[in-house]
């Protein structure tokens, strides 16, 4: 699951949770390793600054930190970016709403009620990008007919939206994942990454809550700063 890291740690995509090594011995004393498992502490010690914040922010603050991008895996992500979009620089396309549809194994699991059309995603926010003037979208899904989707509904619109997207492999999925090869999965991870940065750094953000790829998207952006007016066309959110 970790791309085609050597490692049984995702440390080749991103910055290690430190720098400090654990000797063998601490003044002539041999030192032993204790599993940091659930029941070790029976009461956790909050810092007296932070007593006041909701289990969800100290949740985001401990993704953002662990998904801190090496620089050779951000070089990685603006090279894509650069090669597919135009003007190359995402900077240069804000304001710009990202949307992300999840369908397949989530509904044939039953972990979400139904699928939603795309429709029920524009319907969500449409009013709002217009008194915005925010006319350029980023649609990432899984199922490729999500963009056959965006044809039609921008010909309704009179080709209001103007869309990025990269040019990816879709329908991959745990399961599909699972079951690659490890150059596949370094290759798929990468272009993970990707979606992940061109998402966090939208101005809006919609998508499918019950997905955990939504959440991590909307964790990022809230260690970001970012508002998260929840557009979504589900009613549950799980945690």
């Known amino acids: 699951l970790y791309g085609d890291c050597n490692s049984t740690t995702p440390d080749c995509f991103f910055l290690p949770i430190t720098n400090c090594s ?19 502490w029976s009461k956790s010690i909050i810092p007296s600054t932070f007593q006041n914040q909701t289990f969800n922010w100290y949740r985001v603050q401990i993704i953002f930190y662990l998904i801190r991008y090496k620089p050779e ?7 894509a970016i650069s090669k597919q979009f135009q003007p190359s620089s995402i900077d240069l396309h804000h304001p710009y709403i990202a949307v992300y549809v ?32 925010i006319s350029t979208i980023y649609i990432n899904s899984e199922d490729e007919k999500v963009f056959n989707e965006f044809v039609q509904i921008n010909k309704e619109k009179q080709g209001y939206y103007k869309l990025l997207n990269l040019t990816l492999p879709r329908n991959i999925v745990f399961g599909s994942l699972i079951h690659m090869t490890k150059q596949q999965r370094g290759k798929i991870v990468l272009e993970f990454l990707t979606d992940l940065f061109i998402e966090a750094n939208a101005d809006l953000h919609v998508g499918t809550l019950t997905s955990n790829w939504c959440r991590l998207v909307d964790e990022m952006r809230l260690a970001l700063g970012k508002l998260i007016p929840f557009y979504t066309p589900e009613q549950i959110y799980r945690v």
């Open 73 to 79: 895996t951000l070089a990685h992500v603006l090279n």
């Open 102 to 133: 999840r369908r397949s194994d989530k509904v044939r699991k039953k972990e979400m009620s139904r699928a939603f059309t795309l429709k029920q995603y524009f319907d969500l926010f449409d009013a709002h990008a217009r008194q915005a003037n």
């Open 22 to 40: 654990i000797p063998s011995k601490v003044d002539g004393n041999q030192t032993i390793t204790i599993n940091a498992k659930f029941g070790h």
